[in-house]
């Protein structure tokens, strides 16, 4: 069985830095590929990127180009998320989430189409 643990949140102030990790074990991740979610209080979750392992490739939400930059360690079995240019509105409970390489799935980006996920991670910013 596939699973999956995020980590590297935190509280950063706007503007900075962090790089989310999230680490599979159980199955490769050369046959899921890996999405990222964020979830705000009072606030649906909502998809950041998908990574392709297929592809080698994201597909990113509007609002995450040019600021967030997905990328995969295979070694490792490992998907980062690395977020810049943080600000207030990108708090939130961050988690990773899979679904099968070959599929559209990723590049639709809904949640209800991945599985398994992880526990989580905060990310919160602010001054």
């Known amino acids: 069985q596939l699973h999956l643990v995020e980590s590297g949140g935190g509280l950063v102030q706007p503007g900075g830095s962090l790089r989310l990790t999230c680490v599979a074990s159980?199955?490769?991740?050369?046959?899921?590929?890996v999405g990222w979610f964020r979830q705000s209080p009072g606030k649906e979750r909502e998809a950041v990127v998908c990574?392709?392992?297929?592809?080698?490739?994201?597909y990113y939400a509007d609002f995450a180009k040019g600021r967030f930059t997905a990328s995969r360690d295979r070694a490792k079995n490992t998907v980062y998320l690395q977020m810049d240019s943080l600000k207030a509105e990108d708090t939130g409970l961050y988690h990773c989430?899979?679904?099968?390489?070959?599929?559209?799935?990723?590049?639709?980006?809904?949640?209800?189409?991945?599985?398994?996920w992880g526990q989580g991670t905060q990310v919160t910013v602010s001054s």
């Open positions: 990574f392709d392992s297929g592809a080698n490739f994201g």
């Open positions: 989430a899979a679904v099968p390489v070959g599929s559209r799935r990723c590049e639709q980006l809904q949640p209800r189409y991945f599985g398994p």
């Open positions: 159980g199955y490769s991740l050369d046959i899921y590929s």
